[in-house]
């Protein structure tokens, strides 16, 4: 089971690609969970993700995830036309790929 975290603002407008994900993952019979929370709680969620995505709109985050994150877990911002597509094909092949990078 790999556990994605898709981190942005409020935890909210990534919903949808949180479902468009999970729908695709089921499509191909691949064990995921994806969740959405805001950029605020990574450091209280560490543990309960593999692969961190930031929304682009949180991409000023990325120096603190990476003092939080490296070494960890892999992270990276999701690309801003993947996100605005709500391309959830593209942003699991994206995930999947870290994790194979990552872990193995």
Known sequence: MIRILLACAGGMSTSLLMLRMQEEAEKRGIEVTVDAGPEKNIENLMGTFDVLLLGPQVRYAIGNV???????VPFD??????????????VLDKALKMYDDFYK
């Open 66 to 72: 990476k003092k939080i994150c490296e070494g960890k």
């Open 77 to 90: 911002v999701i690309e801003m036309r993947d996100y605005g597509m709500m391309d959830g094909v593209k």
